[in-house]
């Protein structure tokens, strides 16, 4: 069974462009949650979508979006780049049921602004 | 969520246990303990959780405390791939909160020859 897919795994962007990250959850999971990972604040919950509705947000500004599709591959989005932004990018992955409730995680991607 | 407060670093030999505990002193009834870990450059694994039972898998052991205020996450015999930082989490019912998971500062767990 094929893990959670992070695409790109790395990335390099200049400050004021934008970005867009793409997560390919396991197969039958309907839960996608995005995390921003740096040394300064650790692992931060940014937001969670399950079946195409955002289900919990996480603290960031604007500037930080998420979607997701009805195959439940989710993208997220960060527009206006700052510098403070480069990261590390990881989405996560759940049934979303009762149950099972383990969440597995992503490689992540490696975002730098310039 | 209740707030964790965990070691921030620890060492353990090599094929000896590793202990790692977890203190959570607010946890409320409904609320859950689970386990992550993060090996170097990788994405956080899930271990284990509980909610009152003790609990064993394939990878550790989860031993709560009978008040729940605290938890040991067990690695039976240790090997130097078990070198990561280890996160105690605390959630409410995970159905209803989704998938929204709190990490704390972990422990990092170094695993010595």
């Known amino acids: 069974k094929a893990g959670v897919t992070q695409t790109p795994r790395y990335l390099i962007k200049t400050r004021g462009q934008q970005v867009t990250l793409s997560c390919s959850p396991i197969s039958g999971h309907r839960s996608v949650s995005w995390y921003q990972q740096t040394p300064g604040q650790g692992l931060q919950f940014l937001f969670e979508y399950f079946s195409e509705t955002q289900r919990n947000k996480g603290n960031f500004p604007g500037r930080f979006s998420g979607r997701q599709f009805s195959n439940s591959r989710s993208e997220m989005n960060v527009s206006t780049l700052e510098l403070g932004d480069s990261a590390l990018y990881l989405c996560?992955?759940?049934?979303?049921?009762?149950?099972?409730?383990?969440?597995?995680f992503g490689q992540g991607t490696r975002l730098t602004v310039v | 969520d209740a707030k964790t407060t965990q070691p921030p670093s620890m060492d353990c030999a090599e094929g000896r246990a590793a202990n790692l505990p977890c203190n959570h002193s607010t946890i409320s009834g409904n609320e859950y303990v689970y386990w992550y870990r993060q090996i170097h450059s990788q994405g956080p694994q899930y271990i284990i959780h509980g909610l009152k039972n003790n609990e064993t898998n394939e990878m550790a052991s989860l031993i709560i405390t009978e008040d729940r205020k605290s938890s040991t996450l067990i690695l039976p015999h240790a090997t130097l791939r078990d070198t990561a930082v280890y996160y105690c989490i605390v959630r409410a019912s995970p159905y209803n909160q989704g998938g929204k998971l709190i990490f704390g500062q972990g422990t990092e767990l170094s695993v010595k020859p």
């Open positions: 996560a992955s759940s049934l979303g049921d009762r149950e099972r409730t383990e969440a597995f």
